[in-house]
């Protein structure tokens, strides 16, 4: 039914749906219940908490533990599984319960229509809910309702719907009845109301045509559900990582129990050194600090009012390349605003913001009293009285209650201080033409002082052809063409730069009351433009943007002139990029859309379908796209985008139950301050590996050599699952803490293709290893021969070496390039407190006789520690050293202009 029901007859449509003017009947209504189903969506699933906890099972490394417990169950290891238990446990309960805090369902699908109705019933207006609407129900329109299905306009007074969440125009749109025989898009069926809208004033009935996921905004749901969520950048590069060490390590500790059988070792007292050496060489700790990092970043952006509904979506934007963004009420407020007045003797430019009534005039950048100018005065008396609307303060924000446009007029007037009300008062209304698309004016008849007068708003060349006379400083003159083209070049001129013009008349009115006497001979007085501002400072959020090397892309119903005068203003258009149109975007297939995409800033009049197409090619041709968007018709493109922005104050549900990220404050500041927290939290991982590898790696490294040459083993199974408890978690998740580097959005975005195991990262990590390694063995080797002290004894050295080593390596960690003193050392006490904890534990195992027997220790006298801490503070000093020459070579090259911004 939903197929052109906009061009058949009303008559026809009654036929069809088996229905009348007088609506269903009681019995009918339920029958068709039962039949077509209830009026609603079908709920998303959502995610149990047992299947949030089970799914942190499926992660690979948690399996391995999973295996190494088990082996040492069977194998009667009791104080190995039981350490084993505990990390398995520290990595899965960390992750459910940061998934689970962030996962909260919005159920948005559900709450967008409304609860209650008015139908007609037997002739009958009654209430119902709005779930048991049906196909030929006949719905009463009332001003302020939300529409509750899809309807075919039975007859409509002045009734005005606000389409901006399904359509993206801006600007509430006027609707007729009768048919309609020409094919048009959903946003030009004016004979037409669609769910999810609401209506901002006037009055009606409608036939009911399409209900539940039959409705415009069913099909987008249906759009939303059929696209397939994929796997994060972040995610799949973890995942890689961390299979590819797990080989190696696996195969090294294969090499390691088949030696040690060779030498004669039990081969239980093997198999659990093994898993040990599989433990300690595989980043089990990753998941669980990446965890915890997405969460601080969660918590981060709650405060900057950003709410993440999924943890990995703040990387994943900080990975984009594109932002696709909506203009309305993205970049642009969502509210009219007069910007400019002209009349015959003056042209006015109006300040402010939104509808809050505060603001100046200007003519030629000087102050005036525009309320006792006469032709302006004229101009203020004519905007409110020909008006239907009101302003109103709600809390500390100015709403308007009725359409966008009066609104605007209001708010012009009341910075005058020209109050509506007292109009009214002096001149009440008698009569009222409305606004149709025909006439494409309104007119009112208003009594003052015996006498009637007409206010007419419009379309300026409709205005100025009803006009004989045009008011000039208080006084009315016979209209001449070369004022007329005087008007019609100056609304020509505020068109071009997207505004919207209304001209504005009046007259003095004694003849019949019929709109053809009404609406002539009228006194032209000036023109009103207008528009959707962009919202403050977004301007310079796509210049951060641009600096951080990601294109911003306007996506809009609106047409091309008005997008194109936003964008140039924001800064997202030049002379040397593209337009595309709806239309355009249709006769291009899909390779040459390839070719041209990279080179278009602006699409305009596109549907959903059209945006979720501009997203999937800007994917295609390799781009991590983010999209956002604030009504239904976002919604698709939403959720195919690698990350989908809603808006949280003016978005409709459906975006945001499609979304993963949810601006609180509807501001595109908000995006840029996501982008740099998600390159931050990847940074942070980064140096979380870079500190992790260097002490896993060289520990493996360890163990071969010792036992390739046969050498007693440097460390007991405990000793090595100890090192991987303590300084895997404890310092490592302080670095999940750091704060960002100044230079991190002066970096381009990362090539997607690039693994999170940089060839910069791998040079770091190579330089460390073997100062571990060698440090390590040339130490055991020192006091076991030439000091000859007891194997205990020199596994604790080696021990105690490798610990402290790990923790001067952290602090190497929380910087790639600048000291740690020449920052505020105390900047991440989270680090610090690590170090500190680590270090107090390892001191117990050492010396606490109960744990010396768990753990196979023995107790350091002073002269023991010179050489571990000799050794171990190596790390930072060679790394501090390093980072001194480095930045000393960066000071001389910026003096010549040579220093290249490093971007890995």
Not at 66 to 90: D, K, N, P, R, Y
Not at 191 to 216: D, K, R, Y
Not at 265 to 272: D, E, G, K, R, V
Not at 387 to 411: F, Y
């Amino acid at each position: 039914m939903t197929e052109k029901v906009y061009q058949k007859p009303i008559d026809d449509l009654f036929k069809d749906l088996n229905s009348n003017s007088e609506g269903l009947s009681f019995e009918e209504a339920e029958k068709r219940n039962k039949e077509h189903g209830f009026n609603e969506l079908e709920e998303t699933k959502k995610d149990t908490p047992l299947k949030i906890l089970l799914r942190q099972f499926k992660s690979f490394v948690v399996g391995i533990l999973i295996v190494a417990a088990v082996i040492s169950l069977f194998i009667g290891h009791t104080i190995e599984l039981i350490v084993i238990v505990i990390i398995i446990a520290f990595v899965i309960l960390i992750n459910f319960f940061e998934e689970f805090k962030a996962s909260k369902d919005m159920a948005a699908l559900i709450n967008l229509t409304p609860k209650k109705c008015k139908v007609l019933r037997d002739n009958k207006k009654i209430s119902i809910l709005s779930k048991e609407l049906t196909v030929g129900d006949i719905l009463v329109l009332d001003r302020g309702d939300i529409i509750g299905a899809d309807c075919r306009i039975i007859s409509a007074n002045s009734l005005k719907i606000e389409e901006a969440a399904l359509t993206g125009e801006s600007v509430a749109v006027s609707k007729l009845t009768g048919e309609i025989k020409e094919d048009l898009p959903l946003a030009l069926q004016a004979n037409m109301i669609f769910a999810g809208t609401s209506i901002i004033s006037g009055n009606g009935l409608a036939l009911v045509v399409s209900i539940g996921e039959e409705t415009e905004i069913g099909k987008i749901s249906k759009m939303i559900k059929g696209i397939k969520e994929e796997v994060t950048p972040l995610q799949k590069r973890l995942d890689k990582m961390t299979k590819q060490i797990s080989g190696v390590v696996i195969l090294i500790a294969l090499i390691v129990f088949l030696t040690g059988i060779l030498h004669g070792t039990h081969w239980t007292s093997m198999l659990i050194f093994s898993m040990a050496v599989i433990i300690s060489g595989i980043p089990e700790s990753l998941p669980t600090v990446v965890a915890v990092t997405l969460a601080k970043g969660v918590k981060n952006m709650a405060k900057k009012n950003a709410i993440i509904k999924r943890l990995p979506a703040v990387e994943t934007l900080g990975t984009c390349t594109v932002v696709c963004t909506d203009k309305t009420g993205t970049l642009t407020q969502n509210k009219m605003v007069v910007e400019n007045i002209f009349t015959s003797d003056i042209e006015i430019n109006v300040t402010g913001n939104g509808y809050e009534p505060k603001g100046a005039f200007f003519k030629e950048n000087i102050k005036i009293d525009a309320k006792n100018h006469k032709t302006l005065s004229k101009v203020f008396e004519i905007g409110v009285l020909c008006n239907n609307a009101d302003i109103q303060q709600e809390e500390s924000k100015w709403i308007v209650d009725g359409e966008a446009t009066e609104g605007a007029l209001i708010t012009m007037a009341m910075k005058a201080g020209s109050v509506k009300l007292e109009f009214e008062k002096i001149s009440p209304k008698e009569l009222e033409y409305p606004f149709d698309p025909i006439r494409k004016c309104m007119s009112s008849v208003h009594v003052n002082e015996g006498k009637h007068y007409v206010y007419s708003k419009g379309a300026p060349e409709v205005i100025l052809n009803n006009a004989k006379y045009y008011l000039y400083d208080g006084q009315i003159k016979k209209l001449t063409k070369d004022i007329s083209d005087k008007f019609i070049k100056k609304n020509e001129e505020y068109a071009s730069k997207g505004l919207r013009v209304l001209g504005l008349a009046f007259k003095e009115y004694n003849g019949p009351l019929e709109l053809k006497s009404v609406e002539s001979g009228l006194v032209f007085v000036g023109l009103v433009s207008m528009r959707d501002p962009p919202e403050p400072n977004v301007g310079d959020s796509i210049r951060r943007c641009k600096e951080a090397g990601i294109k911003v892309v306007m996506i809009t119903g609106d047409n091309e002139i008005t997008a194109k005068a936003i964008a140039s203003e924001l800064g997202i258009y030049s002379e040397r990029d593209t337009v595309v149109t709806g239309k355009e975007l249709d006769k291009l297939d899909d390779e040459a859309f390839r070719k041209i995409a990279n080179n278009v800033t602006i699409y305009a009049r596109v549907t959903p379908t059209h945006k979720l197409r501009i997203v999937e090619t800007l994917q295609n041709i390799g781009h991590i796209v983010a999209m956002t968007g604030d009504g239904v018709n976002d919604a698709p493109a939403l959720k195919k985008a690698d990350i989908g922005i809603a808006m949280g104050r003016c978005g409709t549900d459906v975006a945001k139950e499609a979304a993963e990220l949810i601006l609180k404050d509807d501001n595109f500041t908000t995006i840029v301050n996501a982008v740099e927290e998600g390159r931050t939290i990847y940074e942070n991982i980064r140096k979380f590996i870079y500190y992790l590898l260097v002490g896993n790696v060289a520990e493996v490294l360890i163990i071969l050599i010792a036992v390739l040459v046969g050498a007693n083993l440097p460390l007991t199974a405990l000793m090595i699952l100890f090192i991987n408890l303590v300084t895997s978690e404890l310092p490592a998740i302080g670095l999940s803490f750091e704060k960002p580097s100044e230079k991190i959005m002066k970096q381009r975005p990362r090539d997607t293709k690039e693994g999170i195991m940089s060839d910069y990262l791998l040079f770091k990590i190579g330089q460390m290893v073997p100062l571990v390694v060698l440090g390590s063995i040339a130490l055991y080797m020192w006091v076991l021969v030439m000091n000859g002290a007891t194997i205990p004894k020199a596994q604790t050295i080696v021990f105690a070496t490798i610990i402290f080593f790990e923790l001067f390596h952290a602090l190497n960690a929380k910087s790639w390039d600048e000291s740690i003193f020449s920052k505020n050392f105390f900047s991440n006490v989270f680090v610090l407190g690590g170090i500190a904890l680590a270090a107090i534990l390892t001191l117990l195992v050492i010396y606490l006789p109960t744990l010396q027997i768990v753990f196979g220790t023995a107790a350091l006298s002073f002269r023991d520690w010179l050489p571990i801490l000799c050794v171990s503070s190596s790390a930072l000093i060679f790394i501090e050293f390093q980072k001194t020459l480095v930045q000393a070579e960066i000071v001389e090259r910026q003096k010549t202009n040579l220093y290249p911004t490093r971007e890995g």
